[in-house]
Structure formats: C-alpha cells, structure tokens
C-alpha cells in the first residue's frame, strides 16, 4: 500500500529539527542481481539505528540502476519505501532526482506514485548548462515535487556553483533544504550565507561534507543582514558516510544537537573524535585515490558486519583501492568508539528474516 507525501509543514519541521539521514547502498547477489533480503536489512538496520529519513536512488545507490538495461531505479525505491511505512516513527522519504530536465521530472513523478515526500536534486548531468538554465530545470522539478538542493563536489560528478546562483536558488517556494556537499569551506559559506541573506527561515541545512561532519554541525553561521546579525546551524546530515556505522551516527548528531542547545565550550574530546571520523571517512571513501573505491569501501564495511555479502557494483570497474581494505581495517581497530559492530551482530538476524 502506498502510503501518501507527508503533509508540506511536517516535512519542513522535521527536516529544520535536523535529521540523521543515511544514503542507502545497493545489495546485489552473486550473479549481480537486486539481494531484496539484504536490501530489505539494510533499510531495517538504518530504522533501527535511529535515524529520521532515508535517501534512495543516490550516489551510494548507484547511478547505474537507472540504466534501461538494468531497471532497477523503481524497484529499489519501492523496497525502501516499503521498510520505511512500517516504521513506527515518521520517517522522510527521500530518493535522488537526476538527468536532463525530461529524464528528472520522469523520476520526480516516480516518487510521488511511490508516496516519497522529497526529491535530492543532482545538477550532475548538467555540467555545461549556465546558471540561468539550472534555475529553470530546479523550478521544474520543484512543480512536482519538494526538493533538496545538492551541492556535489566536482571529483565525483558535481560541478562549482556560485554563491548567485544559491541565493536564486533559495528563492524556489518548494525548496525545503539543501544538502552541502562541495567538501570546500568556501563552498560551503556561500551556500549557508545565500540562505541567511535571502530570508528563508524555513530552508533547513544539511551537510553532505564527509570530510568535516562534525564541524559543519558544531559551527554556528553568522551574518549581518541589513544591519542585523542573523545566525544559522547545519542541523542535519545527509552523508553516505552516515550508511555505515550508523548507530554512532545518530548518537553523534544528539550529542552537536544538546551541545548547540546549550550554547557551551566544545569538548576537546569532540574535536578530537571529529578528526578521528574525518580519518575514517579517508579510508571509507577512498580518498588518496580521488575517491575511486568510495561505494565499494562503504559496501566493505557492511560486509564485515555481515550487513552484505559481497562487494559487488553494478558497475565492474567499481572496486577497492590498493591497500584501501587496509586502510578500513586500521581505522576499524583504531576507534572503537566509531563503530556498531554490537548493534549489528544483537539485531543482524531479525533484520535478515
């Protein structure tokens, strides 16, 4: 049963209380076919970290579902979304958008059929288009359905935006938030200070810099707007990092959330693990190699919890880096803190039946 798009004013509340959302992963078997068991787990394990949305048909998914020789971009989203009705807390159901505008509205009416209530808008495909252009294809999209802005960073199929066009951006009616995402801090003050200075108090701002979680969620934004100092918080992440490891996840975004409450002195010891998850990510990611191993090395992860049972990706040439297991292995053992390896061996069989 398709259950409908949350009602426009609870969307928005939950996504400006800040949300730990998960970029889900794509389970193949070993013929390279959709594992719906593991599939189903995974969504099962995220739901059960915790975690206060889901985002389908991502980078981490794989861009290669939506492929006509593979078909698996409905399918896929169907599975999460089925898993996601069944929680017993509201859940926003988020799946990524991408393509030329034709290609883009096909899939945004994809989601509304299957009852998602927001789109992750990807500019990827539209690397040469000027900005005026963009403009026109997001108030497209936003038509039909509400949409999360993605700033991608460029070594993995984004594209530099400017701060104009941010700012032009925020001024969509049905834009609800915007997933940052340059791994630049430049970047990154563009955007935050777009939206401060075009008055949207109701766009909520999420980090998609794995490279700086904590950061981007402990630094209060501000900015003098017309004589005013007006300030904002990253109060959310939508991280693909956040697909592994997913219980500390949460637990980390509760402790930024208690500490921005309070307005208190940062922990040393929060600095310290921030670089510490900074340093995972390197591994997770695959950094050193321009982060050609970051879907296998999440997959990895989830293998050794027993979350997958392979590696596998649609595409063939998606694999781990020389030396990158290594590298999972040594962040693994040296921050114990970092993982859920309890979590997941307590509940990894219920989440399988």
């Known amino acids: 049963?398709?259950?409908?798009?949350?009602?426009?004013?609870?969307?928005?509340?939950?996504?400006?209380?800040?949300?730990?959302?998960?970029?889900?992963?794509?389970?193949?078997?070993?013929?390279?076919?959709?594992?719906?068991?593991?599939?189903?787990?995974?969504?099962?394990?995220?739901?059960?970290?915790?975690?206060?949305?889901?985002?389908?048909?991502?980078?981490?998914?794989?861009?290669?579902?939506?492929?006509?020789?593979i078909g698996l971009f409905k399918p896929v989203?169907?599975?999460?979304?089925?898993?996601?009705?069944?929680?017993?807390?509201?859940?926003?159901?988020?799946?990524?958008?991408?393509?030329?505008?034709?290609?883009?509205?096909a899939e945004a009416a994809t989601l509304v059929e299957l009852g998602y209530d927001v789109a992750l808008l990807s500019l990827g495909a539209l690397k040469d288009a000027d900005e005026d252009t963009l403009i026109l294809h997001c108030q497209a999209i936003a038509e039909t359905v509400p949409v999360i802005g993605f700033y991608l960073q460029p070594s993995v199929g984004g594209r530099v935006l400017s701060y104009a066009f941010w700012r032009r951006f925020a001024e969509i009616d049905n834009v609800v938030a915007i997933k940052i995402a340059p791994f630049n801090r430049y970047q990154t003050i563009d955007v935050v200070r777009a939206v401060v200075e075009s008055g949207r108090e109701d766009i909520a701002l999420y980090t998609g810099n794995d490279d700086n979680i904590v950061m981007d969620?402990?630094?209060?934004?501000?900015?003098?707007?017309?004589?005013?100092?007006?300030?904002?918080?990253?109060?959310?992440?939508?991280?693909?990092?956040?697909?592994?490891?997913?219980?500390?996840?949460?637990?980390?975004?509760?402790?930024?959330?208690?500490?921005?409450?309070?307005?208190?002195?940062i922990p040393a010891e929060l600095l310290r693990r921030s670089v510490q998850i900074t340093d995972t990510n390197a591994a997770f990611f695959d950094a050193p190699n321009r982060f050609a191993g970051c879907i296998s090395g999440l997959h990895e992860v989830l293998r050794r919890q027993g979350l997958l049972d392979g590696i596998r990706c649609l595409n063939p040439d998606e694999r781990l880096s020389p030396?990158?297991?290594?590298?999972?292995?040594?962040?693994?053992?040296?921050?114990?803190d970092l993982h859920d390896d309890d979590f997941v061996r307590e509940n990894l069989h219920r989440w399988l039946d």
């Open 1 to 69: 049963m398709t259950i409908p798009s949350m009602h426009p004013d609870i969307l928005r509340e939950l996504l400006l209380r800040g949300l730990a959302i998960p970029a889900h992963p794509l389970a193949l078997d070993a013929q390279g076919r959709l594992d719906e068991r593991r599939q189903r787990a995974l969504a099962r394990y995220y739901i059960a970290a915790g975690v206060g949305g889901i985002a389908v048909g991502v980078h981490t998914t794989q861009f290669e579902i939506r492929d006509p020789g």
């Open 77 to 105: 989203l169907a599975l999460a979304v089925e898993e996601m009705n069944r929680a017993t807390r509201p859940l926003v159901r988020i799946a990524g958008v991408c393509g030329a505008t034709k290609q883009a509205a």
């Open 217 to 265: 969620l402990i630094t209060p934004f501000r900015f003098n707007v017309n004589g005013r100092q007006v300030e904002r918080r990253i109060m959310g992440g939508l991280l693909g990092h956040w697909a592994v490891w997913t219980r500390r996840a949460v637990e980390l975004l509760s402790e930024c959330h208690c500490l921005a409450a309070t307005g208190g002195v």
């Open 323 to 336: 030396g990158q297991a290594e590298e999972i292995s040594r962040v693994h053992d040296a921050y114990p």
